[in-house]
C-alpha cells in the first residue's frame, strides 16, 4: 500500500516572498504520478501540478515549482511571489499508473495549510 | 462544460435516517471516484468505478454504505442507517482514460452533518 507525507501541519509566509512545502511518500511501484492539490476555504479541490514519475524534468506551472526527488522519494511544493490567494490547504496526492492507461485511486497526505500573510 | 455536478451541497439529517448523495460527471469521463474528507482521516477514498463498474470499494466503511452507478452519468452513495460518525464532506471526482496522468476533476462536494 503507498502512503503519503506531509509534515508540516501549518505554514505561513509573507506576500511575494517564497514557501516550500515538503511532501514524501512511500511506495514499492515504478510507475505512477504525483499531484498537489489546493483546497482554499471554498472546499473546491484544485489542481495545481502534476509530475509523471518517468520523467526527471520538474513540473512547473507559473510560480508553482516541484523538486521531485524519485530516490529519496520526496516531492516537495515551491510557491515563489506567494499571493494572498494562495491561503488554502494544499495535499499531495499519489497515484500509481493505471493498466491500458485506466484510471487509479488518489492516495492523498494529510494536507499542509498555508497561510500567506499581508 | 459545467465540471463534477453534486447534491445536495449540503445535507443535514438525523442518526439513523437514510441519505443518498448524489453525483453528475463530466460528460465523456468514464471513471467516477468517492473521496471522503473528515478531520481525523483527511481525504480517503470509498470507492471507485471504471466505465460503471466497481473496481475498488475496500475504502467503504460498512455495509451501511453502498455506491451505484447505472449509468454514464450518474452515481450515487447511500448510507442508511446513518451515524454521528459519518458527518463529512464527500467529494465526487471524474476522470477520463488514456488521459495521462489522468487528472481527477473534483466536484464541490456535500457536506454532510448527522445529528
Known amino acids: 500500500a503507498q502512503t503519503v507525507t506531509q509534515s508540516q501541519p501549518e505554514m505561513s509566509v509573507q506576500e511575494a516572498e517564497t514557501v516550500t512545502l515538503s511532501c514524501t511518500y512511500d511506495?514499492?511501484?515504478?510507475?505512477?504520478?504525483l499531484f498537489w492539490y489546493k483546497q482554499p476555504p471554498s472546499r473546491q479541490m484544485i489542481l495545481v501540478i502534476r509530475?509523471?514519475?518517468?520523467?526527471?524534468q520538474n513540473a512547473t506551472e507559473n510560480r508553482f515549482s516541484v523538486n521531485f526527488q524519485k530516490a529519496a522519494k520526496s516531492f516537495s511544493l515551491k510557491i515563489s511571489d506567494s499571493q494572498l490567494g494562495d491561503t488554502a490547504m494544499y495535499f499531495c496526492?499519489?497515484?500509481?499508473?493505471?493498466?491500458?492507461?485506466?484510471?487509479?485511486?488518489?492516495?492523498f497526505g494529510k494536507g499542509t495549510k498555508l497561510t500567506v500573510n499581508p | 462544460d459545467a465540471g463534477v455536478i453534486q447534491s445536495p451541497r449540503h445535507e443535514v439529517t438525523e442518526m439513523g435516517q437514510e441519505v443518498t448523495l448524489r453525483c453528475k460527471p463530466i460528460?465523456?469521463?468514464?471513471?467516477l471516484f468517492w473521496y471522503r474528507q473528515t478531520m481525523m482521516r483527511g481525504l480517503e477514498l470509498l470507492i471507485y468505478?471504471?466505465?460503471?463498474?466497481?473496481?475498488?470499494d475496500s475504502g467503504m466503511p460498512e455495509d451501511r454504505f453502498s455506491a451505484k452507478m447505472p449509468n454514464a452519468s450518474f452515481s450515487t452513495l447511500k448510507i442508511q442507517p446513518s451515524e454521528p460518525r459519518d458527518s463529512a464532506v464527500y467529494f465526487c471526482?471524474?476522470?477520463?482514460?488514456?488521459?495521462?496522468?489522468?487528472?481527477?476533476?473534483f466536484g464541490p462536494g456535500t457536506r454532510l452533518t448527522v445529528l
Open positions: 460528460s465523456g469521463h468514464n471513471s
Open positions: 496526492a499519489f497515484m500509481k499508473r493505471g493498466t491500458q492507461g485506466g484510471s487509479e485511486k488518489l492516495v
Open positions: 471526482a471524474s476522470s477520463t482514460r488514456g488521459r495521462a496522468p489522468n487528472e481527477q476533476f
Open positions: 511506495t514499492s511501484e515504478n510507475n505512477y504520478y
Open positions: 468505478f471504471n466505465n460503471n463498474v466497481p473496481i475498488d
Open positions: 509530475q509523471e514519475a518517468y520523467k526527471q
